[in-house]
């Protein structure tokens, strides 16, 4: 499910990953049974390839990987937030559109 340009994160490595990207972090917040996810998702892919080398993409399954969402206070999903130096900068909650989430990451970039 998940595409060549996304990288599958855990607890036990989400820390590292967007603490030592060279590039904006979006990282997805998402559930196996959760339509708004499963909407979002071929989004993210689309966003994942057309931004590679500009942005790094990951999904976070909430429902396997318990302490980040804790962590970051995640109570509803999707929820996309957006690392850059290992911290959170924005974060979007719900369905977005490509366009609108285009345009969030153009702000950071």
């Excluded at 196996?32 to 996810?37: A, H, Q, S």
């Excluded at 429902?63 to 937030?81: H, M």
Aim: net charge negative; glycine share 4%; aromatic share 8%.
């Amino acid at each position: 499910m998940v595409g060549e340009n996304i990288q599958t994160l855990t607890d036990a490595n989400f820390k590292e990953f967007v603490t030592t990207a060279q590039v904006p972090v979006l990282v997805d917040f998402w559930a196996e049974w959760c339509g708004p996810c499963k909407m979002i998702a071929p989004v993210v892919e689309e966003i994942a390839a057309e931004f590679a080398g500009r942005v790094q993409v990951a999904k976070l399954n909430v429902d396997e990987n318990q302490k980040t969402p804790a962590d970051y206070k995640v109570i509803s999903i999707p929820t996309l937030i957006i690392f850059k130096n290992g911290q959170e900068i924005e974060r979007s909650i719900g369905f977005k559109t490509k366009r609108e989430i285009k345009a969030i990451l153009e702000k950071h970039l």
